[in-house]
């Protein structure tokens, strides 16, 4: 079909689509859309497992939920934009709208200014601690954590403190303060995301070492499996008895924090696998494990506070 000038209406409409369908693809890409939800359901578990019986409100949840995700897209875009020289040389990053140049840096500084004010505008509603941590657990990321990760392997330790963060912001947003539970769940978190960073670092440790970033232990110009092995080995055999720690503060039951210890031995099972054999599958099982742990530990120790 075409309009009186002759011009094909079907092709020109399909041709807007696919402009929209690049143009979200490229907003998803910026923000790192998968990793800020992941970050946000640790956010908003922990949120719940922390909330005194009867005080549900699906206004909370969302609140928690924009103030979360905006501050850690906000905090993405920063990662990407002063990474951006260093995306075009990594294969698996050379393709993301500010290193192509798709979005231009003015722009995505604009969004991420924007995302910041709204995000902590949000996490403040609830109160002053958890705006405060949701900066903190922004500017580490971007403006420490970034920079680092050219330094050495400790950028993947100061890196956990900002991963961890999420957890500790869910329960000062249910419980108005920093408490012994919110601690437990951060240290649990920060633990957690040693192994599963690991196995990260090393799959993609070749183009890693494209862009000069060096996130895992090296020896004789190759990746120290020996170590890297026995330090993911050793965060997830700490998660185990982590998993009590709730219990013992009296905010969960036994049954709960026995079912999350298991939870932490299977993830040390496969640990141990990749510091017996450091190769891909085993990389790849620890990773998987790793997807699968901090949601599941903190649904647990939800569930036995609704039972």
């Not at 403190?161 to 919110?182: F, R, S």
Request: one cysteine or more.
């Amino acid at each position: 079909m075409t309009d009186k000038q002759g011009t094909n209406v079907n092709q020109l409409t399909g041709e807007d689509i696919f402009g929209w369908r690049q143009r979200a693809s490229d907003l998803s890409a910026l923000v790192k859309l998968r990793l800020s939800l992941t970050v946000v359901l640790s956010s908003v578990l922990a949120f719940l497992v922390a909330l005194p019986a009867g005080a549900f409100s699906w206004w909370s949840i969302f609140a928690l939920f924009a103030g979360g995700f905006l501050t850690t897209a906000a905090a993405n875009i920063f990662n990407e934009i002063l990474e951006r020289e260093y995306d075009l040389q990594m294969a698996r990053t050379k393709d993301r709208p500010i290193a192509t140049g798709r979005i231009s840096v003015t722009e995505a500084l604009l969004t991420a200014g924007i995302a910041t004010m709204a995000g902590i505008t949000f996490l403040a509603l609830f109160n002053p601690w958890t705006a405060i941590l949701g900066m903190i657990s922004l500017v580490s990321y971007a403006f420490v954590y970034t920079p680092l990760k050219r330094v050495g392997p400790i950028a993947v330790v100061i890196g956990a403190i900002p991963g961890a963060l999420p957890a500790l912001i869910g329960c000062a947003a249910a419980q108005g303060e920093i408490t012994l539970l919110g601690v437990s769940l951060f240290v649990i978190q920060f633990f957690w995301q040693l192994p599963h960073f690991y196995a990260i670092g090393y799959l993609g440790y070749a183009d890693y070492k494209k862009a000069g970033f060096q996130l895992v232990p090296e020896s004789k110009g190759t990746v120290d499996t020996k170590t890297l092995g026995r330090d993911s080995l050793l965060a997830a055999l700490t998660l185990i008895p982590l998993a009590f720690a709730p219990f013992a503060l009296g905010q969960v039951s036994l049954l709960a924090a026995i079912v999350v210890a298991l939870l932490g031995f299977a993830f040390a099972y496969f640990a141990y696998g990749f510091w017996l054999r450091a190769e891909r599958a085993t990389a790849l099982k620890m990773m998987f494990a790793s997807f699968a742990y901090i949601p599941l530990a903190f649904l647990v120790y939800w569930i036995d506070q609704l039972i």
